[in-house]
């Protein structure tokens, strides 16, 4: 019997891959204020490791409504940083908007390079969307989900953001 136990422990080490190390599950899209930002890139988990402490605003400046939010992962290979955000545009509950370009009316995502000065958005071909699932005033939570393409600017290779998600406290 142990010699059976010694054979299975041995084909399970075996058949550990060092690559499965950055496919982590996504935590559980929630909409309780909970922390967490959360994607696979290229299939790879991106998830927040700042704690739950990253920035997250919705506010009303000179007339116009801006959102953003930003989650962080120290870790990954590919994105150091992935914001979104909304430019002069407000944002509801339920309603999926699509990602352009960062200029008035519009929302976008924009992403930080791991190990690299360059940053890339959602602009003309890279589009995606958003959709806010939760926006409670009164507790101030704000929930999501995303996903969109993005073209890394050196190499012109397409980078799929997926299965995003986000529920967090915001400031107004």
Same mark, same amino acid.
């Given at each position: 019997?142990?010699?059976?136990?010694?054979?299975?422990?041995?084909?399970?080490?075996?058949?550990?891959?060092?690559?499965?190390?950055?496919?982590?599950?996504?935590?559980?899209?929630?909409?309780?204020?909970?922390?967490?930002?959360?994607?696979?890139?290229?299939?790879?988990?991106?998830?927040?490791?700042?704690?739950?402490?990253?920035?997250?605003?919705?506010? /009303?400046?000179?007339?116009?409504?801006?959102?953003?939010?930003?989650?962080?992962?120290?870790?990954?290979?590919?994105?150091?940083?992935?914001? /979104?955000?909304?430019?002069?545009?407000?944002?509801?509950?339920?309603?999926?908007?699509?990602?352009?370009?960062?200029?008035?009316?519009?929302?976008?995502?924009?992403?930080?390079?791991?190990?690299? /000065?360059?940053?890339?958005?959602?602009?003309?071909?890279?589009?995606?969307?958003?959709?806010?699932?939760? /926006?409670?005033?009164?507790?101030?939570?704000?929930?999501?989900?995303?996903?969109?393409?993005?073209?890394?600017?050196?190499?012109?290779?397409?980078?799929?953001?997926?299965?995003?998600?986000?529920?967090?406290?915001?400031?107004?």
């Amino acid at each position: 019997m142990k010699n059976i136990l010694y054979i299975l422990f041995a084909i399970l080490i075996i058949s550990c891959n060092k690559d499965d190390d950055n496919t982590e599950t996504l935590p559980p899209a929630t909409q309780t204020g909970a922390g967490i930002f959360a994607c696979y890139v290229n299939g790879t988990s991106y998830i927040d490791t700042s704690g739950g402490y990253f920035n997250c605003f919705y506010q /009303l400046i000179d007339g116009e409504y801006f959102f953003g939010i930003g989650g962080e992962d120290e870790n990954h290979n590919i994105f150091r940083q992935v914001i /979104l955000s909304s430019n002069a545009s407000e944002i509801e509950e339920n309603i999926q908007y699509n990602l352009n370009c960062n200029e008035p009316n519009n929302h976008y995502a924009e992403v930080a390079f791991t190990g690299q /000065l360059l940053d890339a958005t959602t602009c003309n071909t890279n589009f995606g969307t958003m959709t806010i699932t939760k /926006l409670d005033f009164t507790n101030n939570i704000i929930s999501g989900t995303f996903e969109f393409d993005i073209i890394h600017p050196n190499t012109g290779e397409t980078i799929q953001v997926r299965e995003g998600r986000f529920d967090t406290l915001f400031t107004q």
